[in-house]
């Protein structure tokens, strides 16, 4: 999908989903991804595909953080798994 979407073909509800999703994680986990020093944009990624659980090599679980990185894992399991699909209109939808 990166290839040929980006985040302006998300649906308005898609879009509002993973603002409230990001903002809740941040903030009910702060000191944790502070003290991890990842970049919010490796966060990002990381809270993606853990709470997703793709075991793609990449994960707040496999970059040695110790306990940190467990909480991290717990935290974004606990938001569940969201799939993306693209709609006939050509926008993409979430199925939360």
Do not use: K, P, Q
């Not at 290839?3 to 009910?28: G, M, P, Q």
């Not at 919010?40 to 496999?62: I, K, M, Q, S, V």
């Not at 717990?74 to 993306?84: K, P």
């Amino acid at each position: 999908m990166d290839e040929n979407y980006t985040v302006d073909d998300l649906s308005e509800e898609a879009r509002s989903h993973a603002r409230t999703d990001c903002t809740s994680f941040i903030l009910n986990n702060w000191e944790d991804l502070v003290s991890s020093g990842l970049s919010a944009e490796y966060a990002g990624h990381d809270f993606w595909l853990t709470r997703c659980r793709h075991g793609a090599g990449f994960g707040f679980w496999n970059r040695g953080l110790g306990e940190v990185g467990d909480r991290l894992t717990e935290a974004a399991h606990g938001f569940g798994e969201v799939n993306l699909y693209v709609g006939d209109d050509g926008t993409i939808y979430d199925d939360l």
